[in-house]
């Protein structure tokens, strides 16, 4: 069979089993995944603490709407300052946890695929090169929620707002970071980060093939008719440990897709070894079961 027959086959296949599904889904999140979450929103939850008390406090003090945006940026800055780079601080130690994680859970899909592994733990260098990796990344993040504070400062100025209504949107801010923002975050991080360990203990024990998987519920990219992002025709695919999947990435999670493929992101990877008589010709490849 030539090359160019096995690609359109395939295609087929892909398109078939995109439109129905026959492979397994992760069914739900792993409860050590979720045990990692909840742990780093909880922290991240005690940092804010008092902050919103201390933003309105000095709005209050200063008496009047900053009116250019490098005030705003500046007053913005000054109080998130601290609490931002110890949330920073944090979500880099905790994401080690979660590299270590997604070791764990790809030594036992190997195991579960009957090969004979020995547990290793990351090396010290690979550990601080994953920290700097994450405290860098998070920079992003919170510059963003940064802007967000200083829009509604600049709204509330254009809109010829007072203190005390201004004070009221804060609030609100406040409400969606504590509520949906650093859940977000908690979800994000951990997840990017265990994709990462398990990508890394593929690497490090000479995994030929790797697979895409998702949780496989309504909430999976693609499954609204609206999603710019498609992750159901990512669902089962398997290419080459050193190849990029369809979309782009690496990995769930890799940081040098698209920010709408990688946020909020619970797919996993997991090592794909090939049944016994089965070939695969081209990559991605989808299985037939």
Wanted: net charge negative.
């Amino acid at each position: 069979m030539n090359r160019k027959i096995a690609t359109e086959m395939n295609n087929k296949v892909v398109e078939f089993l995109s439109k129905y599904g026959t492979y397994p889904s992760i069914k739900k999140v792993d409860e050590r995944t979720l045990k990692a979450e909840n742990r780093l929103n909880n922290k991240l939850l005690k940092l804010q603490a008092g902050v919103e008390a201390e933003f309105i406090r000095a709005l209050r003090e200063r008496g009047y709407l900053p009116s250019s945006y490098r005030e705003r940026r500046r007053f913005v800055s000054r109080i998130f300052e601290i609490p931002f780079q110890d949330m920073k601080t944090v979500i880099a130690d905790e994401s080690i946890s979660g590299a270590e994680l997604g070791r764990q859970m790809t030594l036992d899909d190997l195991v579960q695929e009957g090969l004979k592994v020995t547990f290793n733990s990351f090396s010290d260098r690979a550990k601080e090169k994953l920290w700097e990796k994450v405290y860098r990344f998070s920079d992003d993040t919170f510059m963003r929620i940064e802007g967000d504070f200083i829009q509604t400062l600049a709204n509330g100025y254009n809109e010829g707002l007072g203190i005390d209504e201004v004070a009221r949107n804060l609030r609100d801010d406040f409400k969606n970071l504590r509520d949906y923002r650093l859940r977000n975050i908690a979800r994000t991080e951990i997840q990017s980060a265990q994709n990462e360990g398990s990508h890394q203990t593929m690497q490090d024990y000479g995994v030929r093939y790797k697979q895409w998987l998702t949780v496989g519920d309504d909430r999976v990219r693609g499954n609204d008719p609206y999603d710019e992002y498609d992750h159901i025709h990512l669902h089962g695919q398997v290419v080459e440990f050193d190849e990029e999947y369809s979309n782009g990435m690496m990995y769930p999670g890799d940081r040098s897709g698209d920010i709408g493929d990688w946020i909020n992101c619970r797919c996993r990877e997991r090592p794909y070894i090939p049944r016994k008589g089965e070939i695969i010709l081209t990559t991605p490849y989808y299985p037939s079961a």
